[in-house]
């Protein structure tokens, strides 16, 4: 190991990279020996980052991966210090939207995992919930969105983060590009999957009536499905109680002839209702008379 740390004293690029390579091959493997020299290596690395404007992206690649491999195998023994974390961050906003995005989102993915606590690092994973949607590029957009989740899901938030991230996915529901649209639900509908039933049931009736006009607007197919999808996810998932209360919101829903759109989306939220939920036959009746009205 000695012998790793001695090859980043050249200033020769390709040795440098190539001891990058080996360093990321021996990490993994977890050996004791590694744990006394984590600090150093550490520091090598960082080092590295503060002149790794070169431009050479075998070389950032090769950073990022060796420095989410430390931060994931050995962080229990070492964990980075504030500077480092600010400065490993700053760099990976840097990096985030560009050809070296792979790597950087797996260093960012290591910290995630750690629950690192930084405001450098709150703001960029709203640099990512940005990107999720925005990019044109859908391996991006797929990458953001994996973090995303895994952040709003296992990080350590204040209820008032967590509304704001709620808040932001509503907000775009209506971006103008359909494959942010799609991205977007296919988040919405894992988290709607994954949220404890608690949090859920909190924000069961904002995400719902939301998915609701959304289906009044949408005017792509592959989204209108992720939208059913994601509202029969939603409501087989929240309390029976909060299901009720959304059932019953929407037979209330005026749906006059001169409303089509709005009538058109009653009727198809509540053959979900039907499709999803084990309604009793009174409910189910009231449905068929909800129907029979507006024809």
Do not use: W
């Not at 990976?92 to 993915?109: E, I, M, T, Y």
């Not at 750690?114 to 990107?131: F, G, H, N, P, S």
């Not at 009044?216 to 998932?237: D, H, P, Q, T, Y």
């Amino acid at each position: 190991m000695p012998v790793l740390l001695e090859a980043f004293r050249t200033y020769h690029t390709p040795m440098v990279v190539s001891t990058l390579h080996v360093l990321g091959s021996v990490i993994p493997l977890g050996l004791p020996g590694f744990q006394g020299l984590l600090r150093k290596f550490l520091g090598k690395l960082f080092k590295l980052f503060e002149s790794s404007g070169t431009g050479d992206l075998d070389f950032i690649n090769s950073l990022f991966k060796c420095t989410a491999e430390l931060i994931r195998s050995y962080a229990t023994f070492q964990d980075l210090s504030q500077p480092q974390l600010k400065t490993l961050t700053t760099i990976l906003k840097q990096h985030v939207n560009s050809q070296a995005q792979g790597p950087a989102f797996q260093c960012l993915r290591a910290l995630v995992y750690r629950k690192y606590l930084c405001a450098e690092l709150y703001d960029l994973i709203e640099t990512v919930q940005d990107l999720m949607v925005t990019s044109v590029a859908r391996s991006t957009r797929q990458l953001c969105a994996g973090i995303f989740t895994q952040f709003l899901l296992e990080y350590p938030l204040e209820p008032s983060r967590v509304e704001q991230h709620i808040n932001h996915i509503i907000k775009n529901l209506g971006y103008f590009d359909s494959e942010g649209r799609t991205q977007l639900l296919e988040v919405l509908g894992s988290l709607t999957e994954r949220f404890p039933r608690e949090l859920l049931d909190q924000y069961a009736e904002l995400l719902f009536f939301s998915l609701v006009l959304r289906t009044v607007n949408e005017g792509n197919a592959k989204c209108r499905e992720k939208v059913a999808s994601v509202i029969k996810r939603l409501v087989l998932r929240c309390s029976p109680a909060k299901a009720k209360t959304l059932f019953n919101t929407v037979l209330q829903m005026e749906s006059e002839r001169k409303q089509a759109q709005l009538a058109q989306a009653k009727h198809t939220i509540l053959g979900l209702f039907i499709e999803t939920l084990p309604l009793k036959a009174a409910d189910t009746q009231r449905v068929f008379e909800q129907c029979l009205k507006a024809v």
